[in-house]
């Protein structure tokens, strides 16, 4: 994946407004994302990640809400493109997070650490 990050770009490829923070700070850590979605209504929001990059996603997707769905016996018995038909985790070597997106969590803690009195 390129990194241009332009809302064009994102347009094109579809990704919901509500997680591109998020996308595009993956991309910087050179994660593959097949599929993502902000969430509607009481569907949670998810984020189908192929290529973990640097690790950075895996160690700060808690932050924006996100948890990966872990594999169960169902998992491979009915498969559905990169996850499990049964539970929606990720396999095949992907990797599905779910949650409540969280956004800038970064942004905010260090807009926390600048206020002054
Ligand atoms: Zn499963």
């Known amino acids: 994946m390129k990194k241009d990050v332009s809302d064009t770009v994102m347009d094109r490829l579809n990704i919901d407004r509500g997680v591109r923070d998020l996308i595009r700070q993956m991309w910087e850590h050179d994660c593959e994302t097949k599929a993502s979605?902000?969430?509607?209504?009481?569907k949670p929001a998810y984020v189908l990640l192929s290529q973990s990059g640097d690790g950075w996603f895996e160690k700060n997707a808690h932050l924006y809400g996100l948890r990966r769905a872990l594999n169960g016996s169902c998992c491979e018995s009915r498969v559905v493109g990169n996850v499990c038909g049964v539970c929606g985790a990720g396999i095949r070597g992907n990797s599905v997070y779910r949650g409540r997106i969280v956004q800038n969590p970064v942004a905010f803690e260090s807009d926390?650490?600048?206020v002054s009195f």
């Open 37 to 42: 979605c902000e969430g509607h209504g009481v």
């Open 112 to 114: 926390v650490t600048e």
